[in-house]
């Protein structure tokens, strides 16, 4: 694939070559401006040993940045960063890395999980699940690897939180889980784990509630983006409110801020409580 998404007139091709030089399989679809910027080729070798690829400019005018990704076998060459396939690197999309459940609490990261960043540079992914799980299929009972076993447990954690709060929306799930994930690696997101290893945090009860306050005198009340220069200092106060009179937890709450549809760097940030003294959180 190459990165001139949705639809595309730069068209390459796709060659497979054996060990001496004979060509085994190739996909040449036309990309004239209606269909997308991939190429893929399938094949079952009738032995093991060694083979070849070649990437054909067929018909293109510039220098496109090509992704190539195998399946099942090893490229003599290859980069684990700018890993990821499509649509694990769309925006929108909450992506999944996997984590060894034998080695769920340490990692590392499975070898064939991708990683990040995006051609534009986000972080991704955006949190890690488990694999090397338990499987059940056509009558076998075994072991699952790879993020699409990693993946479903995490859509299977945000239908439980969507139970449990049946009015959130996407991006609030997607947030929720990131913010519950335990942090692994480099402090922070990263392109290798993400927020962290994926965990459902209990929460009896009601769930709290959080509101902008909009009090004047502040030079942000969350409700609008705000616009300054490097130098302006931003306050945001929300209010915290649970009618099971349940403190925060620790950490929280916090506040993501956004550039450009990106985190800037050190977000999300965590709040300041500003009366530590104020121990009853029904009012608010």
Sequence with gaps: T????PTTKQDYDLYLYDSDFNLVASSTNAQTGTQPPTEKVVYTPSHYGTYNIM???????????????????DLQYHTPAHSLWPPADATGVMSAGAIDQANWETGPQESYSSQGPTNDGRVKPDISGPDGVSRYVNGSVGRGYGTSYAAPHVAGAASLLLSRYPAYTAD????????????MGTPGKDDIYGYGRLMLEFIPGTP????????????SDGLDPEIGT???NFTYRVKYSDEDNDPPASGFPKVHILKGGSEISGSPFTMDEVDSGDTTYSDG
Aim: glycine fraction near 4%.
């Design 55 to 73: 990437i054909h400019k067929f018909s293109a005018t510039g220098n496109e940045e090509l992704k190539l990704f195998t399946f099942n076998c």
């Design 230 to 232: 490097s130098s302006t």
């Design 2 to 5: 190459w990165d001139t998404w």
């Design 172 to 183: 609030q799930l997607k947030l929720t889980l990131e913010n519950w994930a335990v942090d």
């Design 208 to 219: 709290p509630n959080l509101s902008w306050t909009g009090e004047p005198n502040y030079i």
